[in-house]
């Protein structure tokens, strides 16, 4: 495993995008896929120069995801030539996964085979059949766990964001299959239909994906895909937004353990509020490595706030949606922002850093906040629209696609802020009839001056 991450992915720069949908995140993947291919190519390539110079009279080939043996061969049994040798070339299947330690499997196997036929002492058994392959792959969900990080992490570059996705993974993996029976379409099938809500059915679909391509078997789940339906949600507004953040303060005052701990908890949690109301940062955005130092330097006269490239769209720099809220909410406060760095160091891996996220909205719950962390983004998107903010800069300061970015807005743009827009547009259209009435008086009063000027020059 570590090879594989220090051999394979030591030169892969991760892409940074900003989008953060599936098609997003499958860009990733497909880049990933690509340089893992031209490594695993570049390595395979060496293996069957290793074979030749030994003059091992086999060859390794990669297709449909697995590892073949390439060799002249007596014929199998009821097979007939054509011109009438009694050898033929054939593509053997072992079973044997198309990665890296797939290939050192097929290389030893390869030696083997290749011994077998100098030695001419070769027959088509159950192995060279192909019927030992078939019945590897008749294997248990439970079989399948045991390997699953390290068939995971086996075409993938470890980082922060890949590790948190493989921990979605196995939690939905230990849900929904840890079980003895064995793979097929079939157990895939009924767990699938077993699932109501959208939102899993369609993530439990992926990861039956991922789990035919280990096992080398298809099943086209498509059909059994849901329409994601849309929940009722609450934005809160600017008004609401202020008057909320003060809640943390309140609930730990009131905290019925009296400690100097919990006296002062709330002030981390008002920090992490503001700079998300006032940046529309993702709750992992303010507590992944965030640059404090940068924030509260002297250069850095617009007040944005940098996003490390180690979250879920990469690296940005965010102006702020209100550049008031930085003074307003106290952002720079040297004492909120020690609690902050406390706590963004207070995790060490990505179990740790989930669990400080998930920390984050407990306390919104706590607190009395009607809304949830991530509303305050949302809040941000539909603000950028109505204060006219070029669709393109806000996507970018969100750390959105415009496609993305615009689809946000257009889900949460309640009755009241179509209202807001409309007025807003309404308001700029009576200023604007104002200003030509004023500009035609205007006009009007020089050209009188105009004339009784040149009357008193006559």
Partial sequence: MDDIQGNVFNDFKVPNTSDGSYRGKMEIVNEQKKHFNIKLREKLAEVNQRLKQSKTKVAIEMSSGSMQLRATLPLKPEDVSKNGKQTKQYKI???????????????????????????KT??????????????????????????????????????IKSEHTFMIVERFFKRYFLTDSVISPETMIGIVKDIPLATIRNKVISLCSFI??????????????????LKERTIPSDKEIIESIDLFRIRY?????????????????????GLMATYGLRPREVINKPDLDWFVSKENIHHTFKVHGDNKTGSREVFPFVPDWVELFNLKSEIQLNYLKEFAESWHNVNQLESRIVKIAANFRRAGIKFKPYDLRHACAIRAHLQRVPIKAAADNLGHTVEIHTKTYQKWFSLDNRRKAFDTAFEEEKENEELKTEI???????FELEAELAFFKA
């Fill in 440 to 446: 035609i008086t205007l006009k009007k009063k020089i």
């Fill in 122 to 159: 070769f027959v088509w058994n159950d192995k060279y059949l192909g019927i030992q392959a078939s019945s590897k792959n008749n294997i248990t969900y439970n079989q399948f766990y045991q390997t699953l990080e390290k068939r995971y992490f086996s075409t993938r570059k470890r980082t």
């Fill in 253 to 273: 005052s009131n905290h019925m353990v009296k400690t100097k701990a919990n006296q002062q908890n709330w002030i981390v949690y008002k920090q992490i509020y």
């Fill in 212 to 229: 035919c391509e280990e096992v080398g078997i298809h099943v086209n789940l498509n059909d059994f895909k849901l329409e994601y339906k």
């Fill in 93 to 119: 299947s072992l079973g044997i996964p198309a990665n890296f330690d797939g290939l050192k499997t097929a290389e030893e196997e390869a030696q083997e085979l290749g011994k077998l036929i100098a030695r």
